[in-house]
């Protein structure tokens, strides 16, 4: 028995000693950074290269966290379903103590299960989201040389489950992140990273990632399934599109129209090619390869290309067509859909985040009985519009069988013709 004992003293004198060593060659010391300007300006670029916006305004998050753990995240309401084992919790973020628990599909009133759901939910919602939360209170900012590169440095002061952990994000060129390295309660080695690069775009249009690989015995993390979407202001785009007959629209191939007598167009959609005309000027514009687009004078083409007369062309035609089949447009790339309600009604709130001429401009869509819209209000900070109103009035079916407007009115007595609105094919 003395040689058992003396045999499993040596066994953990020996693990000591391993331990030891692993810890002081892989323990890291956490960085020390400089916070200010140049920090948030580095988390604002992340922020940006994972569509922070469009963060902000999902609707449903759906995840599971190493296939023990499952959630839906209903984001608006502070509401998630949090599932494991034979348990379930509809967690209230919010207020926990109205939350609802269930075993084995049977409502009870365990206290004990709330707890480990807020729990768990703070753990695995972090290794989904955890670069959307650099600006959250209680959180400081530094910036970090790592590899002769600027990193970000996040420190937790308050909140969450383990306030005073940091974290080090390593970016690539556009601010994507593609690992950390951890400095936690939970975890006693300084330095441990993981990686951050296998993001997926979801349908609500942010970045999330599916799984993460620890420098820490090659630990995986699968996120599952991971899923974003807006099924309310998805769903009331759809009624605006169906209203309008969208479907139509997509198979029309000519369209015309002129705006305000001052500017006419002949764009053939399927083709994506526009005749612009003005003045004694007509541009015969091809928007997805500029270099073809050519000019007329008095109906007589000119030998000379004059780039400004073809910029001039293409921003009219950007915002020209924008008055026309703006409501069209709603599921295009870069665009965020949010619901509001106004006066007691949904509103679409839609927000382009990238493309057309100035990304940054959100439309507030006011709509009647039938979906269909009568007006919207503008936030376009290029012009300095904070919620100008303007009406979509006097809805044509054309001959293709899609619905445009012929005339738009805004403040006192402004008006705005479409002219002689046309489409067919």
Avoid: C
């Amino acid at each position: 028995m003395k040689k058992f004992f003396k045999f499993l003293g040596i066994i953990v004198i020996l693990l000591i000693i391993i331990l030891t060593v692993f810890y002081f060659k892989n323990n890291e010391a956490r960085p020390q950074g400089k916070q200010g300007e140049e920090a948030d300006n580095l988390a604002k670029k992340m922020l940006v290269a994972l569509n922070h916006e469009a963060y902000k305004n999902t609707e449903v998050i759906e995840w599971s966290f190493r296939n023990t753990n499952f959630y839906k995240w209903y984001k608006q309401q502070n509401i998630v379903d949090v599932s494991w084992k034979n348990n379930k919790v509809i967690l209230n973020t919010k207020s926990p103590e109205k939350s609802e628990v269930f075993i084995d599909g049977k409502k009870t009133d365990n206290k004990t299960l709330v707890q480990k759901a807020i729990s768990n939910f703070n753990n695995d919602s972090f290794w989904l989201v955890a670069p959307h939360k650099v600006f959250d209170n209680g959180v400081e900012r530094s910036i970090v040389k790592h590899e002769d590169k600027d990193a970000l440095l996040v420190t937790y002061t308050s909140g969450g489950s383990t306030p005073g952990d940091s974290y080090l994000w390593i970016l690539d060129e556009n601010g994507l992140p593609t690992d950390y390295k951890m400095w936690t309660k939970i975890i006693p080695i300084g330095g441990v990273g993981a990686t951050w690069n296998e993001w997926k775009t979801t349908e609500a249009g942010i970045k999330l990632p599916t799984n993460h690989t620890l420098s820490l015995f090659g630990m995986q993390i699968n996120m599952g399934d991971v899923k974003a979407t807006n099924p309310k202001s998805d769903g009331l785009a759809n009624k605006i599109l169906k209203a309008i007959n969208h479907d139509a629209y997509i198979k029309t191939n000519n369209l015309e129209w002129s705006f305000g007598g001052r500017r006419s167009y002949k764009w053939n959609k399927k083709a994506h090619i526009a005749e612009v005309s003005w003045d004694t000027i007509k541009v015969v514009l091809h928007p997805n390869s500029i270099e073809k687009s050519t000019i007329y004078f008095n109906d007589k083409l000119s030998d000379v290309k004059d780039n400004n007369i073809i910029k001039k062309a293409e921003d009219y035609f950007n915002n020209d067509s924008f008055w026309l089949v703006a409501p069209h447009k709603l599921f295009e790339n870069g665009i965020i859909r949010t619901i509001k309600e106004i006066d007691g009604k949904e509103a679409l709130l839609v927000k382009y985040t990238s493309g057309g001429s100035t990304p940054g401009d959100s439309y507030l869509w006011l709509l009647d009985e039938k979906y269909v819209p009568k007006s919207y209000k503008m936030y376009v900070p290029s012009m300095k519009m904070d919620g100008v109103p303007s009406t979509w009035e006097d809805w044509i079916t054309t001959e293709s069988g899609t619905l445009l407007p012929t005339n738009h009115s805004f403040g006192k007595n402004g008006k705005l013709s479409m002219g002689d609105v046309k489409g067919y094919n």
